[in-house]
T-cell receptor, first 109, second 117 residues
Framework: RKEVEQDPGPFNVPEGATVAFNCTYSNSASQSFFWYRQDCRKEPKLLMSVYSSGNEDGRFTAQLNRASQYISLLIRDSKLSDSATYLCVVNGAGNMLTFGGGTRLMVKP | GAVVSQHPSWVICKSGTSVKIECRSLDFQATTMFWYRQFPKQSLMLMATSNEGSKATYEQGVEKDKFLINHASLTLSTLTVTSAHPEDSSFYIC?????????????FGPGTRLTVT
């Protein structure tokens, strides 16, 4: 089993739609969780950290469910510019960051 | 703040040659830098962790004699791909952790695209 698993997608949604991604992780001792965004042929960029109580940043909402070991990212009112690959990142063994395979989102006009 | 640069941004080399990639933290000191490799449509795979002044720690399956890492200062780490072959063609990305930052955030460089012909 992979340490961090994501549905690779692609998720094809129209502009204005709400879309949600889930991610599961295997290390129950993990303490820190992040969502990164990666555009084609670019480096990953931190989108947001994920806190136990859940957190929101504009159109983006992240949730953490420790009991079920999954993390979610909700994007409301999708924009064309949201098209990218979203990487779920968890700190694993030795406090190293482990990346999921990414979920590709394509927002269409 | 927290800017990481990489040089070169892309390189094409012939099979059998060596290529050096530099990773610099521009406005902070990084005791730890990380080297990742990403093949098309795949996720980032950690290759090695580089600590200033000590030997790098390589992930399982990564040949340390082929991928030489030198972390000579708090702002510079280099990755040398020795005797490169076409299968080494990939996107190499470094990241750095700010020594003052007690968290886990890593700041990524823009990546280096290596093509071996």
């Amino acid at each position: 089993r992979k340490e961090v698993e994501q549905d690779p997608g692609p998720f094809n949604v129209p502009e204005g739609a709400t879309v949600a991604f889930n991610c599961t992780y295997s290390n129950s001792a993990s303490q820190s969780f992040f969502w990164y965004r990666q555009d084609c042929r670019k480096e990953p960029k931190l989108l947001m950290s994920v806190y136990s109580s859940g957190n929101e940043d504009g159109r983006f909402t992240a949730q953490l469910n420790r009991a079920s070991q999954y993390i979610s990212l909700l994007i409301r009112d999708s924009k064309l510019s949201d098209s990218a690959t979203y990487l779920c990142v968890v700190n694993g063994a030795g406090n190293m960051l482990t990346f999921g395979g990414g979920t590709r989102l394509m927002v269409k006009p | 703040g927290a800017v990481v640069s990489q040089h070169p941004s892309w390189v094409i080399c012939k099979s059998g040659t060596s290529v050096k990639i530099e990773c610099r933290s521009l406005d902070f000191q990084a005791t730890t830098m990380f080297w990742y490799r990403q093949f098309p449509k795949q996720s980032l795979m950690l290759m090695a962790t580089s600590n200033e002044g000590s030997k790098a720690t390589y992930e399982q399956g990564v040949e340390k004699d082929k991928f030489l890492i030198n972390h000579a200062s708090l702002t510079l780490s280099t990755l040398t791909v020795t005797s490169a072959h076409p299968e080494d063609s990939s996107f190499y990305i470094c990241s750095a952790r700010d020594r003052r930052d007690g968290g886990l955030e890593q700041y990524f460089g823009p990546g280096t695209r290596l093509t071996v012909t």
